[in-house]
């Protein structure tokens, strides 16, 4: 048993210190999920042969019914037969230990306390692992939301999540009225840039820009990319006398601001504004700021117009 401890514990080494950095690498993680099965299977059977089912061994190979979870390279029949191996497995072992004396008798205080301890030890790692499962499931889950509503240049939500989270209030209050103001701003000739400076150069202005936005807004305020060179900022409760005091120092913070130090780059844009009204969709309020942009286009760009 010292000898199935030691490779034990030198499997677990190899696995911690020697696949670890290539799994990250490979995104592959069945050799790593091989030799864990391996290692708690045949300690699991040595152990319960030479000390029988009351040492408690038996318990850590009921633990491999949960690897399947976290190994993510296997098929599904794969899956199902290492569950259906350990099913097998115990059974067999608990039908042998009641026909076979163990190959070493220990005094019955020495086998409960191993058996408590075993006990102990593996709800403790079936605690852990149910735990780790919970948080990598979560972490996955926000990068999945980060994914599917973030636009991936400027890291702002992008219009599929706005256009889900009105949809979303809408079908949660629906007997309620709540307001809520919309900002829609263009950069101004942002064609410009890109045909003068070429498309890294244009990205790097709108990163700038989202930061702005993102940085001289509320906490609680909404700020998205849009779309192209178009960004969208969802104000709570604003009346039209905060809206356009908020949207020319966005204005104006633009304005004074070197875009791209390198190129010494700076712009304007052109902000339309639009406070809902009773039983109004958010379509409607953004169908009205996107009618105030355009006449701020027309009326020569870098001002504020509101609907």
Same mark, same amino acid.
């Given at each position: 048993?010292?000898?199935?401890?030691?490779?034990?514990?030198?499997?677990?080494?190899?696995?911690?210190?020697?696949?670890?950095?290539?799994?990250?690498?490979?995104?592959?993680?069945?050799?790593?999920?091989?030799?864990?099965?391996?290692?708690?299977?045949?300690?699991?059977?040595?152990?319960?042969?030479?000390?029988?089912?009351?040492?408690?061994?038996?318990?850590?190979?009921?633990?491999?019914?949960?690897?399947?979870?976290?190994?993510?390279?296997?098929?599904?029949?794969?899956?199902?037969?290492?569950?259906? @191996?350990?099913?097998?497995?115990?059974?067999? =072992? /608990?039908?042998?230990?009641? %026909?076979?004396?163990?190959? *070493? #008798?220990?005094?019955?205080?020495?086998?409960?306390?191993?058996?408590?301890?075993?006990?102990?030890?593996?709800?403790?790692?079936?605690?852990?692992?149910?735990?780790?499962?919970?948080?990598?499931?979560?972490?996955?889950?926000?990068?999945?939301?980060?994914?599917?509503?973030?636009?991936?240049?400027?890291?702002?939500?992008?219009?599929?999540?706005?256009?889900?989270?009105?949809?979303?209030?809408?079908?949660?209050?629906?007997?309620?009225?709540?307001?809520?103001?919309?900002?829609?701003?263009?950069?101004?000739?942002?064609?410009?840039?890109?045909?003068?400076?070429?498309?890294?150069?244009?990205?790097?202005?709108?990163?700038?820009?989202?930061?702005?936005?993102?940085?001289?807004?509320?906490?609680?305020?909404?700020?998205?990319?849009? @779309?192209?060179?178009?960004?969208?900022?969802? =104000? /709570?409760?604003?009346?039209? %006398?905060?809206?356009?005091? *908020? #949207?020319?120092?966005?204005?104006?913070?633009?304005?004074?601001?070197?875009?791209?130090?390198?190129?010494?780059?700076?712009?304007?844009?052109?902000?339309?504004?639009?406070?809902?009204?009773?039983?109004?969709?958010?379509?409607?309020?953004?169908?009205?700021?996107?009618?105030?942009?355009?006449?701020?286009?027309?009326?020569?760009?870098?001002?504020?117009?509101?609907?």
């Amino acid at each position: 048993m010292a000898v199935v401890n030691i490779l034990s514990v030198l499997v677990y080494l190899y696995c911690i210190f020697g696949l670890a950095t290539m799994t990250l690498e490979t995104k592959d993680d069945s050799l790593i999920g091989w030799l864990v099965y391996a290692e708690l299977m045949g300690h699991g059977i040595i152990a319960t042969y030479f000390l029988g089912s009351g040492s408690g061994f038996q318990y850590y190979i009921y633990i491999l019914l949960l690897i399947p979870f976290f190994v993510t390279t296997y098929t599904i029949p794969v899956h199902l037969l290492r569950m259906v @191996g350990v099913i097998v497995v115990s059974l067999l =072992l /608990e039908i042998w230990s009641q %026909n076979h004396m163990p190959m *070493i #008798a220990l005094g019955s205080t020495s086998l409960n306390a191993l058996h408590y301890m075993n006990l102990t030890l593996s709800l403790m790692m079936v605690a852990v692992i149910s735990y780790l499962y919970t948080l990598y499931g979560q972490i996955y889950q926000n990068l999945l939301f980060e994914k599917s509503n973030n636009d991936p240049l400027t890291k702002l939500y992008n219009r599929r999540y706005v256009d889900e989270m009105f949809e979303n209030e809408r079908i949660r209050h629906q007997d309620h009225e709540s307001t809520f103001a919309l900002l829609l701003i263009d950069i101004d000739y942002f064609k410009k840039i890109n045909d003068l400076y070429g498309h890294r150069c244009g990205d790097d202005v709108l990163i700038r820009l989202a930061c702005i936005l993102k940085e001289h807004v509320r906490d609680t305020t909404i700020v998205s990319r849009w @779309g192209g060179e178009e960004f969208l900022v969802v =104000l /709570e409760n604003s009346t039209e %006398n905060e809206l356009v005091a *908020i #949207a020319e120092r966005l204005r104006r913070m633009v304005e004074d601001t070197v875009m791209h130090e390198a190129q010494s780059i700076q712009i304007t844009v052109t902000i339309g504004g639009a406070v809902s009204q009773a039983h109004e969709t958010f379509q409607m309020t953004l169908s009205r700021a996107d009618k105030a942009l355009y006449q701020g286009k027309l009326h020569g760009r870098n001002q504020v117009c509101l609907a």
